[in-house]
Nanobody, 123 residues
């Protein structure tokens, strides 16, 4: 069965950094897109960043150069390096996988989702 497992969340102060990891298992297709999404309490789930199997990346505007998405195909792992964190970045962060699509921030092609990892940024 396909699974996504996130890790790396935690509590940091404003201006701090965290690196999230997402390990994918059970996936066999070569063309894919991996995305990071987040959801704060009472808010809609929103896209953060995405990367596809060709290494193309896309970011939401609010990332503003603070976050970097990358992947290590040999380890089946996608990372989200988050720098200069702000209190408004506080949310549950989810990893998601979409098969057969180019890089996209739309949540609809994503078929598989992890359980999430909590990020809390204090001022």
């Amino acid at each position: 069965a396909q699974q996504l497992a996130e890790s790396g969340g935690g509590s940091v102060q404003s201006g701090g950094s965290l690196r999230l990891s997402c390990v994918a298992s059970g996936f066999t297709y070569d063309d894919y897109c991996m995305g990071w999404f987040r959801q704060a309490p009472g808010e809609e789930r929103e896209a953060v960043a995405a990367i596809d199997s060709d290494g193309n990346t896309r970011y939401e505007d609010f990332v503003a150069g603070r976050f970097v998405i990358s992947q290590d195909s040999a380890k089946n792992t996608v990372y989200l390096q988050m720098n200069n964190l702000k209190p408004e970045d506080t949310a549950m962060y989810y990893c998601a996988a979409a098969q057969g699509v180019a890089v996209t921030l739309s949540r609809y092609p994503y078929d598989y989702w992890g359980q999430g990892t909590q990020v809390t940024v204090s001022s």
